[in-house]
T-cell receptor
Framework: NAGVTQTPKFRILKIGQSMTLQCTQD?????MYWYRQDPGMGLKLIYY???????DKGEVPNGYNVSRSTTEDFPLRLELAAPSQTSVYFC??????????FGPGTRLTVT | RKEVEQDPGPFNVPEGATVAFNCTYS??????FFWYRQDCRKEPKLLMS???SGNEDGRFTAQLNRASQYISLLIRDSKLSDSATYLC?????????FGTGTSLTVIP
């Protein structure tokens, strides 16, 4: 099993550009999550999904959108990128309230 | 009030030392509890789940006190490779809440 995979690993965006961060898991987990982690800070939940077709906002959803059309995929869309969105983005999956497994992260810089 | 609070440290300990980390959580309805380890610029990785009866995995022992809403991690015989940030994680409903992490450096 590959576990949780994320692409791209790194990206530099100009202010106002848009992009999609991809996340795929092959563990048949029903729950998936997107977090951001700013330098020296904890993880903050952006969006999560408890199954295909179901998504919900986390602590910091503004400026982001998600969709969950399949169990495996949970892409995160950034619209109109801003410098405040410079961060490391982690995708994770879990089987309900059991432990989460994380992808390797996407390092995003907005300039 | 934060959902999960941890002492950020840093903890700088010599090899072979015993070190303990503590964490408190605010929601008494929280269902499951974990310690994760995060190396610099890497993703968090599960260290161990935490059970009410306490559990041990080699040099690592985790304890949960539901009455006090308190979680602990004890590392015995510290190794250089234990240097990392340790994250306390609590599951409440559909969400996981992370502490900001405790930084550990093991010194030769």
């Amino acid at each position: 099993n590959a576990g949780v995979t994320q692409t791209p690993k790194f990206r530099i965006l100009k202010i106002g550009q848009s992009m999609t961060l991809q996340c795929t898991q092959d563990m048949n987990h029903n729950y998936m999550y997107w977090y951001r982690q700013d330098p020296g800070m904890g993880l903050k939940l952006i969006y999560y999904s408890v199954g295909a077709g179901i998504t919900d906002k986390g602590e910091v959803p503004n400026g982001y959108n998600v969709s969950r059309s399949t169990t495996e995929d949970f892409p995160l869309r950034l619209e109109l990128a801003a410098p405040s969105q410079t961060s490391v983005y982690f995708c994770a999956s879990s089987r309900s309230s059991y432990e989460q497994y994380f992808g390797p992260g996407t390092r995003l810089t907005v300039t | 009030r934060k959902e999960v609070e941890q002492d950020p440290g840093p903890f700088n300990v010599p090899e072979g030392a015993t070190v303990a980390f503590n964490c408190t959580y605010s929601n008494s309805a929280s269902q499951s509890f974990f310690w994760y380890r995060q190396d610099c610029r890497k993703e968090p990785k599960l260290l161990m789940s935490v059970y009410s009866s306490g559990n041990e995995d080699g040099r690592f022992t985790a304890q949960l006190n539901r009455a006090s809403q308190y979680i602990s991690l004890l590392i015995r015989d510290s190794k250089l490779s234990d240097s990392a940030t340790y994250l306390c994680v609590v599951n409440t409903g559909n969400q996981f809440y992370f502490g900001t992490g405790t930084s550990l450096t093991v010194i030769p």
